[in-house]
């Protein structure tokens, strides 16, 4: 058995991030946090005084998503099931609210920046939004972004790496 003894770096590969469907997955899901993010932003502010002290939790859920949309653009897979368990949450809060806040469209309520019936609204659309970034986690986690690939450069002189 002879020896072989390596002069190079290794080159560690992750062969499903350079697939088109990995690709349109990651940018998917990035889309999906922050069009979530930005629709839960809308209705926190049209709603802030009828919210009754939820202000607190639901920005530090608008910056989650931000921070998890920008971890899902540099590749890490591994916040993809909170980012579902996440959106079922929320769509779990938003599905008890659609009919709370139609409820608070009738007089004797205060008045919101924005109406109770558009709040109502947004909320149903966030609850479809939730539900679509929730399959599309599970999706993206089944393609395993993380899978990696170690390459030797003298054992494959004519080996190019991807994306070059």
Same mark, same amino acid.
């Given at each position: 058995?002879?020896?072989?003894?390596?002069?190079? #770096?290794?080159?560690?590969?992750?062969?499903?991030?350079?697939?088109?469907?990995?690709?349109?997955?990651?940018?998917?899901?990035? +889309?999906? *946090?922050? %069009?979530?993010?930005?629709? @839960?932003?809308?209705?926190?502010?049209?709603? !802030?005084?009828?919210?009754?002290? @939820? =202000?607190?939790?639901? *920005?530090? !859920? +608008?910056?989650?998503?931000?921070?998890? $949309?920008?971890?899902?653009?540099? !590749?890490?897979?591994?916040?993809?099931?909170?980012?579902? $368990?996440? $959106?079922?949450?929320?769509? +779990?809060?938003? %599905?008890?609210?659609? /009919?709370?806040?139609?409820?608070?469209?009738?007089?004797?309520?205060?008045?919101? /920046?924005?109406?109770?019936?558009?709040? $109502?609204?947004?909320?149903?659309?966030?609850?479809?939004?939730?539900?679509?970034?929730?399959?599309?986690?599970? =999706?993206?986690?089944?393609?395993?972004?993380?899978? #990696?690939?170690?390459?030797?450069?003298? #054992? #494959? /002189?004519?080996?190019? /790496?991807?994306?070059?």
């Amino acid at each position: 058995m002879t020896k072989v003894t390596h002069k190079g #770096e290794v080159i560690i590969e992750h062969p499903n991030r350079a697939k088109s469907a990995s690709k349109v997955s990651r940018a998917v899901m990035v +889309i999906l *946090l922050l %069009l979530s993010a930005g629709l @839960m932003a809308v209705i926190v502010f049209g709603g !802030w005084d009828a919210l009754m002290g @939820m =202000q607190v939790i639901a *920005l530090a !859920w +608008i910056a989650f998503y931000v921070f998890f $949309a920008f971890l899902v653009a540099r !590749w890490r897979r591994g916040v993809l099931p909170v980012i579902a $368990a996440l $959106a079922l949450i929320m769509l +779990i809060f938003a %599905l008890i609210a659609v /009919p709370t806040w139609v409820d608070r469209d009738s007089a004797g309520y205060a008045a919101t /920046p924005l109406g109770a019936g558009v709040l $109502a609204t947004l909320a149903a659309v966030l609850v479809a939004l939730q539900a679509v970034l929730c399959i599309a986690a599970g =999706q993206a986690f089944n393609q395993e972004w993380n899978v #990696e690939v170690e390459h030797w450069p003298e #054992e #494959e /002189p004519d080996f190019v /790496p991807l994306g070059v």
